[in-house]
């Protein structure tokens, strides 16, 4: 088993001082990039722990402009990283830069329910349950992401409001549209969907997040709970 930083385990560690415990705790952007280095490599060499490896990859290549164009090959040379954890660091900085390279122009923007149908009714129309996801918007209706909140039949219970507008805080999204599937194919709302909706208009109004639709998906059709003035 290898060696962690200063010749101790990471279970040998107090818990406050392990990267993976000081992730949770303080948060991904309050760790040191050997820290994040060293949760990537989960273990080290057999002469260096994680935290020293990480530090020893940082050093040689300076900083992370640096080691994000570094080869496979290149990485490979530095005693104690093998293929395995070059390929990990590459992938993870170009995670990174592609982030890094993200626009608000690239998200597509959600208008009306239409939009909607045409981002997801592809892999809507071939669910076997019913999934009921929340599309999180920016202030000018831009996607920020699709959210799954449950997977099987429509409740109070299942969809509950706390679930449904976490990810929009966590995310600010100022809007959200709510859609799902009726794996029948027939996308007319039933009662439940109403009173769920409505419920969930409500929520929204109180912690400032706009609903704006609830499309349900069928067979190749949707119906749009907002255009039949169901909200």
Known sequence: MADEPSGMYVRELPPEERPRERLKKVGAENLKSSELLAILFRTGSRTLGAQDLARKVLAE?????????????????????????????????????????????????????????????????????????????????????????????????VVHPRECFRPAIAASAAAVILIHNHPSGDPKPSKEDVAITRRLVQAGEILGINVLDHVVFGDGTIVSLKERGLM
């Open 61 to 157: 290549f300076g900083d992370l402009r640096k080691l994000a164009k570094a080869s496979i090959e290149e990485l490979c040379e530095i005693k104690g990283v093998g293929e395995v954890k070059a390929i990990e660091i590459k992938a993870a900085l170009e995670l990174g830069r592609r982030l890094a390279a993200f626009t608000e122009a690239e998200r597509p923007v959600i208008r009306n329910a239409n939009d909607v149908s045409s981002l997801l009714m592809s892999e809507c129309k071939v669910l076997d349950e019913e999934h009921f996801r929340v599309l999180l918007l920016t202030t000018k209706n831009q996607l920020i992401r699709v959210e799954e909140i449950s997977v099987g039949s429509l409740d109070n219970s």
